[in-house]
């Protein structure tokens, strides 16, 4: 390896991660994130960087535990960034120069995410506000004040929502997420929304006069907005008054922005015509409201960013921006394993791409002179800041303006995935990688792992994948593909899966698997491993009751049993409707025949099951079924549970935690392998 080392799994531990750069009014310089793991291990700390766009020179701008979303002033004197202290997030604000971070915000549950008003007068901060069903039980409010011995007694928890829990934020506490706008001056929080619904993406006119955002509200005679998967743009003035309702039903809005004249909207958005499969596309929309008009029409490809990594989690992707000169709209497009910058001019010029292929960009800021800040990550970068300073070249180059991670690539050596194309025997064009150990000698076999996505709507790609790098390191090659019913191939790609699971998705993992071996000599056919999470373990669980090739399995957050997820799940009672075709109790034997756990009595392949204990997307009541039934037909299995793990465990999650998980997956192959 030419001094270089292999990758480990604590390796994590030195990996730093960017994200957020914002360029500052004045020119001349952004800020950004950096975030690492803490110095405990069981956690993560994060930071502000300014970063000078001449010299180049980057240094330290806060020193908080956890710094985050920070957003220039208007006038660019001032910073304000969202600051993590003893347990509550709320706005401060430092000035540009530096110096002391003051806390402007108060608010009871914290500051989720704000924006600056035009004017710079104050922020439009969205936080959560109480609308708990106890608080109208009388018997709730009945106690006596002084009844300190009542109020240390457990209390219970009431629950009138079908959506009652979130993987994200566990069980529904009663809250709703609400705008209010801040003066800095003052701290005063003003409401601007309420009610019985929670904000989703929001702006801020640049007149100042109007401020959008995404929700469904409910109609009088509409008891919650559970049921509905389709919600609406409103308007309001800043102090909440005159709300309008802009868009039409039969949409599911994501994000939006506003133009420079403040007259349009430009929205991410799905018509819902193939369900949770739909292609989100891009659509103007006059501030008057009406129909959407769709921008993509003409392009079939998913406009926001849907590549999965191990990298980030629940992290914010940028888009869709106007272009400073209100010309074009800018962005992302989940295209063949990449994320790139789409431009879209407004006059019905033709689209185009604004970064290269085989890289993930996930965040990215135009600056004063046209030139493009992006956040990016290949297969051998967790993610740097570049300068795109001629975007209407295609052969331009881009300037890297970070090296967060000195260590990997000259201290580690790292494998460069190798991409290929096959056509399956019904005739789709599936792209997959194969990533091969260091140092194989012709004639030599080695052991391989079949890799597979989660969604099923998303996709692989060219990003820092350390699993992937770390299974390598250990003498594996990896196989990687996307399957149909995966993002970055078209609409009728994305869709195939649907109502088939088990079926077209289980055959193009098989022949992936029959193409590597004839392609790549090094592939032992014998000493094949499997793996993968959410929907890559339902497939892994599905793969090992219908097929013996493989020698060792691991499977991650999975369901096995369609019947109990549909009441489990966090998204359970629309999901299988949509995904599988049915419900519980009218589609019985539908979703029985599509449930991996009735196929248990042909499982025989050593499988090691991994699951979070507050996973609330795939309930770990999954995998207790799973190993039961494993461990009764005294199968080799074992259940590893991660305590406080959700179902960004691989990618968010405690850090140490993560690290165990690779470490287990790593020896159980390296045991039955």
Not at 207 to 224: M, V
Request: proline fraction near 5%; hydrophobic fraction near 35%.
């Amino acid at each position: 390896m030419n001094g270089k080392r292999a990758i480990t799994s604590e390796d994590l531990y030195q990996i730093t991660w960017v994200n957020d750069p914002v360029p500052s009014p004045q020119g001349g310089k952004l800020v950004y994130v950096s975030r690492q793991t803490n110095d405990k291990h069981d956690g993560y700390r994060s930071h502000l960087r300014m970063l000078d766009l001449g010299s180049q020179k980057d240094k330290p701008f806060t020193f908080g535990e956890q710094d985050h979303s920070p957003a220039w002033s208007p006038d660019g004197s001032q910073l304000a960034l969202i600051r993590k202290s003893e347990g509550q997030a709320q706005v401060w604000l430092i000035a540009a120069d530096g110096g002391e971070a003051q806390q402007i915000s108060e608010l009871q549950h914290g500051v989720n995410s704000f924006l600056w008003s035009p004017d710079g007068s104050s922020l439009l901060v969205k936080s959560a506000v109480d609308i708990s069903l106890k608080q109208q039980i009388s018997a709730a409010d009945s106690r006596e004040e002084d009844d300190s011995a009542e109020k240390l007694l457990p209390q219970e928890i009431i629950v009138d929502r079908i959506r009652m829990k979130s993987d994200e934020s566990g069980l529904w506490n009663g809250r709703r997420a609400h705008l209010f706008v801040i003066a800095p001056v003052r701290a005063e929080a003003i409401p601007v929304t309420s009610g019985h619904y929670d904000i989703g993406d929001y702006a801020w006119s640049p007149d100042g006069k109007r401020i959008a955002w995404i929700t469904h509200i409910p109609a009088e005679d509409e008891h919650h907005t559970d049921f509905s998967l389709t919600n609406h743009v409103y308007t309001s003035r800043p102090d909440g008054s005159d709300i309008q309702q802009l868009t039409p039903e039969g949409y599911t809005f994501y994000r939006l922005s506003f133009a420079p004249d403040a007259q349009s909207l430009a929205l991410l958005a799905s018509d819902r015509t193939y369900g949770n499969a739909t292609l989100a596309k891009l659509y103007t929309l006059p501030i008057s409201g009406g129909e959407p008009s769709c921008l993509s029409s003409h392009w079939d490809v998913q406009l926001n960013h849907s590549l999965v990594g191990d990298m980030r989690s629940h992290l914010v992707p940028t888009g869709p921006l106007y272009s400073r000169d209100g010309s074009s709209i800018l962005c992302l497009a989940s295209i063949h394993g990449s994320v790139r910058i789409a431009r879209f001019p407004l006059d019905g010029g033709h689209a185009e791409y604004l970064s290269p292929d085989e890289c993930e960009v996930y965040q990215f800021a135009e600056l004063e002179q046209g030139q493009i800040v992006a956040a990016a990550a290949d297969a051998q970068h967790p993610g740097d800041l570049y300068l795109y300073e001629s975007p209407n070249d295609p052969e331009s180059k881009a300037v890297r303006l970070t090296l967060s991670n000195p260590q990997l690539g000259q201290d580690i050596w790292l494998c460069t995935p190798e991409t290929f194309w096959f056509d399956t025997s019904d005739g789709q064009r599936v792209q997959g990688w194969i990533m091969k150990p260091h140092g194989v000698v012709d004639g030599v076999k080695v052991p391989t792992i079949l890799e597979i996505h989660g969604g099923p709507h998303m996709m692989y790609g060219f990003t820092f994948m350390h699993e992937f790098q770390l299974l390598v390191a250990q003498g594996y090659a990896v196989v990687y593909i996307n399957p149909r019913g995966g993002l970055g191939y078209g609409q009728q790609f994305v869709n195939a899966c649907r109502g088939d699971y088990g079926g077209g998705d289980y055959r193009d993992l098989m022949e992936s698997v029959d193409y590597a071996v004839s392609r790549y000599s090094f592939i032992d056919p014998a000493r094949l491993g499997v793996t993968g999470g959410s929907y890559g373990g339902f497939m892994t669980n599905w793969i090992v009751g219908h097929t013996h090739r493989f020698k060792a399995a691991v499977t991650q957050r999975s369901i096995c049993n369609w019947l109990s997820f549909y009441g489990v799940s966090d998204i359970g009672y629309f999901f299988t409707e949509d995904q599988i075709g049915g419900n519980a109790w009218d589609d019985t034997e539908k979703l029985w025949k599509h449930s991996p756990l009735a196929y248990v009595g042909n499982v025989q392949t050593p499988l090691l099951i991994l699951h979070g204990e507050q996973d609330l997307r795939c309930p770990i009541e999954q995998a207790e079924q799973l190993y039961v039934a494993l461990k009764r037909r005294k199968q080799t299995t074992r259940l590893v549970r991660f305590p406080g793990a959700n179902h960004e465990l691989s990618r968010g999650g405690h850090p140490y935690l993560r690290v165990r998980r690779l470490e287990h997956i790593v020896g159980w192959f390296n045991e039955y392998l």
